[in-house]
């Protein structure tokens, strides 16, 4: 097995392939980092039972142990490190090809010694009954052993293409780039590999798909009468005999290119979409890291702890914090000093906006200069351009806003009208009626809905949890030292056994009252995971919506006697089903939000007033224990649990991450993670409590400045829908139903009624109710994303907009 072959292994395990250059760094990083990641602290020895405490007391105990008072809690002794071989990046280089002789041996011995180290690792980490181990079921191993032989296939184009590949790797140069700039840990020539891989087996399926087309259309739809007639010359008629042939053989090869050919170019595509979408995480996320790192070296923190700092915060900071983890990485593992690292991140960011920061960065260590007083004027500008940028958004997003009225509002209604008239004369069809209500404005919204979500710069989902020094895991183990002890009932035990007997009965008493705690804080509190997940509701919801559905049909399966009244229950009863599904999600997310709103409404008053009574000289829980006395709002019941964890021996730092993981909003979550570190940095909160009440009251008041200008066109939305069922009600009510009983005189007075007579008012206005119905939820939801930013939202617009069609149809126009 050669060199190429043992990096084709090490991809798919422990040393994952990656381009020669700077993306050797991310590869020897994440080896390393993601087995000390794996690495858990041990259980403390002796647990408590939880069994007779309340919800909140148990929830506090779960934590671990506590010292009293305000002191530092324990630190739990870790699980022994495993040592790794670090290969540098020359060494690395040479598995892709470029040691040879007895260096390249060399080099193949130590990756395959660091392979070996790795995965003895994951094996002791993986057994079960050790902490962090897990039991795979018969079905879990049958998915890896088919995900392995899998990846043994997929080598197959790499063992194939990859010199050629990389013979031409001029030609790859920006997709290599384009790679590192994604983070996607893995070399060009194997992702192109992947991509002949994915693009082969897509021609084959789209081989079969167009194998089973071609006999359906020659064994039961026929061939098109434009094949059947086709005439030849004498030397080529004997040519028709197999055009059924010919047929097939195109169809397949048609689809099997062109299915082939999307998903390669796909996969060509997808890393510049990637980091794109890496560059929007960015340039959002940039002016609140660099306050961060403002506040930090404000309390005196040089710029190296800084970033270290900083790249702990990934769920806070998202892919900022990446790409400073980044320039730790390049220093702690590769050697190189700080200016080096620098300008690395420097050239293989894919932020301007990044990239700016560090180049000038570099100038302002290069020439001594005040990095505090740079942070913050950086700070600044980019808390001024995040108002301009959100100027600028606003002013495309009322842009969108006219367009989709124009278009999918105004333009349908006219091309109904149209279509309707076109049809009353005899020159029109009902295809296009059909096509514009059933595809072009369901497709059509769905477009504009993603077109703003990619637009969309606002920060979007529930944040992470923020990561704590305590163990909140309930999934405890017990100890295998423990598991495994057998009493000997044969004769007398030792004292030590008789102990270690007594322990591992509290253990598995205390293991019994970690899981029914939860079952009893559900039963306490069942809407609890309701209310901070509303989209849990659908579990409830829909298959009450199902029940319902069903249990009318058999209610009223013995009246639906044709079509029309098949057509009419359909209506009715999906409908109804959609208000049962829907309804309670959009209560319980309205809820939510409203909720959120006026927590987050509070959170610079809380900021600010912490920052007042920290410049008095009191400590930051002196502060906050002052505060659960006083009544501040809806955030003075999460103060009052905040000082109640510090009462238990919480320690400070810990009460507010809680805080935090338990409000889970962006702002909070970019608060408290600048406070905790720079509380661990030093004991000077003032200047950064004024820092993040000032982060905390720029967002409020750039989501206040969107809900208001944007009010104007949901407005306008209403508007539109409104006029668009107005005007939709007065063909169906008056103009078809004049022309429909004009018809039917014609008809009755022996005269020729033409087209009249054949005029079925009743479809046309079902049809027109169908199309009420899709404008007022498509309209709804584009509501919700332009105002808020979130389809979720748009939900409450869209029931109110259905429920006016219902309304009109069932009262004013009938027949429906």
């Known amino acids: 097995m050669g060199l190429r072959d043992k990096a084709g292994e090490a991809n798919d395990k422990s040393v994952p392939i990656v381009a020669p250059g700077r993306g050797l760094r991310a590869a020897a990083g994440r080896t390393r980092s993601g087995v000390r990641d794996r690495l858990k602290p041990e259980k403390p020895e002796l647990p408590v039972d939880t069994e007779t405490l309340d919800e909140y007391e148990a929830e506090a105990l779960l934590a671990g142990p506590m010292p009293a008072g305000n002191a530092e809690p324990e630190v739990l002794k870790p699980a022994p490190t495993i040592a790794l071989p670090t290969l540098s990046a020359d060494q690395l280089s040479g598995v892709f090809g ?94 192109i590999s992947n991509s002949i891989f994915y693009s082969v087996t897509a021609g084959i399926i789209g081989a079969l798909i167009g194998l089973i087309f071609s006999f359906i259309i020659i064994t039961v739809i026929g061939l098109p009468e434009q094949i059947t007639k086709l005439t030849f010359s004498e030397s080529t008629a004997w040519l028709l005999d197999y055009k059924w042939l010919f047929l097939s053989l195109f169809i397949i090869v048609f ?84 200016r080096i690292a620098l300008q690395n991140a420097s050239e293989m960011t894919v932020s301007s906006k990044f990239q700016d920061l560090t180049h000038n960065l570099l100038s302002v ?32 997003l009322a842009l969108i806003a006219e367009s989709y009225v124009t278009a999918f509002v105004a333009g349908p209604l006219f091309i109904i009208i149209m279509g309707v008239m076109m049809v009353l004369m005899g020159s029109g069809n009902d295809m296009m009626l059909y096509a514009i209500i059933y595809a072009v404005i369901p497709i059509g919204s769905v ?81 609890k995971s309701v209310k901070m997940q509303p989209k849990n509701i659908l579990l409830v919801s829909v298959p009450l919506a199902l029940l319902f559905f069903v249990i009318a049909f058999l209610i009223h399966q013995n ?6 009244l098949i057509i009419n229950f359909l209506d ?21 939000s409203m909720r959120e709103s006026k927590l987050q409404k509070q959170i610079p008053s809380f900021l600010s007033k912490l920052a007042s009574t920290n410049e008095t000289g009191m400590t930051m829980r002196d502060s906050i224990k002052l505060m659960s006395k006083s009544d501040i709002g809806t955030l003075s019941k999460q103060i009052k649990l905040i000082w109640k964890d510090i009462n238990w021996g919480m320690d400070v730092n810990d009460s507010l991450v809680r805080f935090a993981n338990r ?21 000077d909160l003032g200047e950064v409590l004024e820092v993040a009440a000032r982060d905390a009251d720029t967002e409020q008041t750039l989501k206040r400045e969107r809900v208001m200008n944007m009010m104007i066109y949901i407005i306008i939305i209403y508007i539109s829908f409104l006029v668009f069922v107005g005007v939709i009600y007065v063909i169906s009510a008056t103009f078809l139903t004049q022309m429909a009983e004009a018809g039917e005189q014609m008809a009755e007075s022996g005269g020729d009624a033409g087209f009249l007579g054949a005029f079925d008012l009743n479809a046309y206005k079902r049809m027109f109710f169908h199309a009420s119905l899709l404008q007022g939820l498509c309209s709804g939801l584009i509501a919700g994303v332009m105002g808020e930013g979130s389809v979720l939202s748009g939900l409450k617009h869209s029931i109110i907009m259905v429920t006016v069609s219902l309304l009109v149809f069932k009262l004013m126009v009938g027949g429906v």
Not at 293 to 306: D, T
């Open 365 to 396: 260590i290069d020439s001594g200069g005040d990095i505090p007083r740079y942070f913050k004027e950086k700070s600044d500008q980019y808390l001024k351009d995040a108002i301009i940028d959100q100027k600028g958004y606003l002013e495309t």
């Open 663 to 683: 409000i889970r909003t962006h702002v909070v979550s970019r608060s408290i993670t600048l406070i905790t570190r720079a509380n661990e940095s030093s004991g």
């Open 255 to 338: 689809l099997s290119v062109v299915l082939g050919g999307i998903v390669y170019v796909l996969f060509l595509l997808y890393p510049s979409f990637k980091a794109g979408e890496r560059k929007t995480s960015i340039n959002q996320n940039l002016p609140y890291a660099v306050t961060f790192m403002y506040a930090l070296s404000n309390g005196g923190m040089n710029i190296i702890e800084i970033f270290k700092s900083l790249a702990k915060c990934e769920n806070t900071y998202g892919e900022v914090a990446k790409e400073v983890d980044m320039i730790v990485r390049d220093m702690e593992y590769f050697g190189h000093d700080l």
């Open 559 to 564: 009246e639906l006697l044709d079509l029309d």
């Open 98 to 191: 470029l040691g040879t002789g007895a260096e390249g041996a060399e080099i193949e011995e130590k990756v395959e010694e660091h392979k070996l180290r790795i995965l003895s690792a994951v094996h002791e980490l993986g057994k079960p009954g050790v902490e962090g181990g897990t039991t795979d079921s018969a079905f879990d191993k049958f998915i890896k052993q088919f995900y392995q032989r899998l990846r043994l296939f997929m080598m197959v184009p790499f063992v194939v293409f990859g010199d050629r590949i990389k013979a031409h790797s001029e030609k790859y140069q920006n997709l290599h780039i384009k790679l590192q700039q994604a983070r996607m840990p893995i070399s060009y020539e194997m992702y």
């Open 572 to 592: 009715d009863h999906l409908v109804y089903s959609f208000y049962i599904a829907i309804i309670p999600l959009a209560i319980f997310h309205e809820a939510k």
């Open 447 to 527: 477009m504009f809905v993603v077109m703003i979500n990619m637009l969309s710069p606002a920060a979007g989902g529930v944040p992470a949890l923020l990561a704590t020094r305590i163990n909140l895991d309930r999934n405890v183990v017990m100890p295998p030292e423990l598991a495994s002890l057998k009493l000997n009932k044969n004769s007398a035990n030792s004292p030590e056994t008789n102990r270690l007997e007594a322990l591992k009965q509290r253990w598995a008493r205390f293991i019994k009252s970690r899981k029914t705690l939860a079952l009893k804080q559900v039963l306490r509190n069942p809407l």
